[in-house]
């Protein structure tokens, strides 16, 4: 007999838990996995950042000087999962990617030739990107970077 009324009073007491998350008395706690490991403090200013995917590409053309950092002056968003870099330039140069959120230690970084565009997949729409070119010997930076 007391096993019936323990059995009642648990599914009273669930009805009456579950009527209240449905009638938004209590929160109940959601998660997904693409929250592990983010910061909840991250918010990107709207106002600084170049959207690739709604926006479009961007065209870089300046001279730099030898081993000298050219610093794009927009961060990046993308949603399309990758960063392509377009390099129209007259010699070969290296790209850095950063993380908006480290900028001493590159996500990747990638020579390339003059004439040829390299991909820097793997990325997420989550975060905003930095990028950073670099040339061995002066020369014109003639660079578009899409998505």
């Not at 579950?18 to 918010?43: Q, T």
């Not at 129209?88 to 950063?98: A, H, M």
Request: proline share 4%; aromatic share 8%; net charge negative.
């Amino acid at each position: 007999m007391i096993h019936f009324f323990r059995k009642g009073l648990v599914i009273i007491l669930m009805l009456c838990a579950s009527s209240m998350v449905m009638s938004g008395l209590i929160k109940a706690p959601v998660a997904s996995a693409n929250d592990i490991g983010v910061l909840e403090s991250y918010e990107p200013d709207i106002e600084s950042y170049h959207d690739l995917s709604s926006d479009g590409p961007i065209q870089v053309s300046d001279f730099v000087q030898d081993s000298e950092i050219f610093y794009v002056p927009f961060l990046l968003s993308t949603n399309s999962h990758k960063i392509t870099v377009d390099n129209q330039g007259g010699n070969d140069i290296t790209i850095y990617l950063f993380s908006e959120l480290d900028t001493v230690e590159p996500i990747r970084h990638m020579a390339v030739a003059n004439g040829k565009k390299i991909s820097l997949s793997g990325l997420t729409s989550r975060f905003l990107y930095r990028i950073e070119i670099v040339s061995d010997v002066p020369t014109q930076l003639d660079v578009t970077i899409s998505d």
